[in-house]
């Protein structure tokens, strides 16, 4: 299976800050990387398609970016209810699977 | 409106047997790869397996088959995951979610509530 590794595992930053999430996974996936975002209590909501295709709604201060064997969720000017875990998962090959999540904070 | 709905809060006993459901509407259920992914308490998001139902084509993550049992009634747009005998590891929160493409096993667009599951002597 492709493994997916997800840095940082937490992070905590201020409002307003840029925040960047690493996602690697363990061998090339060309743009089969999808971003979740999971607020607690709450089931994950798909942020990210296709490695840098925002889903309907999602606001435009994120953005996916990457290909192959490194991607990158960037929050630009992070806002109070960013504050989630957010997952990586892989759909390049028959099994889909989730890095380890990354859960962000206020500062 | 594009939804999929689970069953409800399940605690049973080790050894009892479980079968939970994901029913969807709004959308040609046929056409979209279904997936059921597990979080047990405090962790993070695991995929079990995905199943099309227009032809039951079932994919399991290595870490789940042989544990569960994936399965569809098309005829009534439900999707299951099965247990023959649960374990205390088997307690966390269920979730199934539905392909973003027709046909595709691709990113999961729309989830449902999640089913709670407790295995508790």
């Known amino acids: 299976d492709i493994q997916m590794t997800q840095s940082p595992t937490s992070l905590s930053a201020s409002v307003g800050d840029r925040v960047t999430i690493t996602c690697r996974p363990s061998?090339?996936?060309?743009?089969?990387l999808n971003w979740y975002q999971q607020k607690p209590g709450k089931a994950p909501q798909l942020l990210v398609f296709?490695?840098?295709n925002l889903e309907g709604g999602v606001p435009s201060r994120f953005t996916g970016s990457g290909s192959g064997t490194e991607f990158t969720l960037t929050i630009n000017g992070l806002q109070p209810e960013d504050i989630a875990t957010y997952y990586c998962?892989?759909?390049?090959?028959?099994?889909?699977?989730f890095g380890q999540g990354t859960k962000l904070e206020i500062k | 409106e594009v939804q999929v709905v689970q069953s409800g809060t399940e605690v049973k006993k080790p050894g009892e047997s479980l079968k939970i459901s994901c029913e969807g509407s709004?959308?040609?259920?046929?056409?979209?790869?279904i997936g059921w992914v597990r979080q047990k308490p405090g962790k993070g998001l695991e995929w079990m397996g995905s199943?099309?139902?227009?032809?039951?084509?079932?994919r399991y993550s290595p870490s789940f088959e042989g544990q569960v049992t994936i399965s569809v009634d098309k005829s009534i747009n439900t999707a299951y995951v099965q247990w023959g005998g649960l374990r205390a590891s088997d307690s966390g929160i269920y979730y199934c979610?539905?392909?973003?493409?027709?046909?595709?096993?691709?990113?999961?667009?729309?989830w449902g509530q999640g089913t709670v599951v407790t295995v508790s002597s």
């Open positions: 979610a539905r392909a973003r493409e027709q046909w595709v096993a691709d990113a999961f667009d729309i």
């Open positions: 709004g959308f040609n259920f046929t056409n979209y790869w």
């Open positions: 199943i099309f139902p227009g032809d039951s084509d079932t």
């Open positions: 061998q090339t996936i060309n743009t089969f």
């Open positions: 296709g490695a840098s």
């Open positions: 998962q892989q759909s390049y090959s028959r099994h889909k699977t």
